[in-house]
């Protein structure tokens, strides 16, 4: 479930996991996102730009990706995250 702030706008600030648990992406309200993978925390951290429901990824090492958000679940890079309450 999308999450609103004061004004009203969608925030997908939080935890989103992929069905199996696997993969975990962290988006912190600093613009500054976390990503485990299985046991591996941390491995991949960057910064995160929103344009209301697309979401740009670029990590500390430059690489580059995206997704978009529909009914509350986070499509990316052939993934599909759900929001983790």
Same mark, same amino acid.
């Given at each position: 479930? =999308?999450?609103?702030?004061?004004?009203?706008? !969608?925030?997908?600030?939080?935890?989103?996991? !992929?069905?199996?648990?696997? @993969? &975990?992406?962290?988006?912190?309200?600093?613009?500054?996102?976390? =990503?485990?993978?299985?046991? /591996?925390?941390?491995?991949?951290?960057? &910064?995160?730009?929103?344009?209301?429901? $697309? @979401?740009?990824?670029?990590?500390? !090492?430059?690489? !580059?990706?995206?997704?978009?958000? /529909?009914?509350?679940?986070?499509? $990316?890079?052939?993934? @599909?995250?759900?929001? =983790?309450?």
């Amino acid at each position: 479930m =999308e999450k609103r702030n004061k004004a009203g706008q !969608t925030s997908y600030v939080g935890m989103w996991v !992929t069905q199996d648990g696997y @993969i &975990r992406h962290e988006l912190l309200p600093n613009g500054r996102y976390d =990503e485990a993978r299985g046991n /591996r925390k941390s491995a991949y951290q960057g &910064r995160y730009m929103l344009n209301g429901d $697309h @979401i740009d990824y670029v990590d500390d !090492t430059g690489f !580059t990706a995206d997704g978009d958000f /529909r009914n509350g679940v986070l499509y $990316h890079a052939g993934m @599909i995250l759900y929001r =983790e309450d």
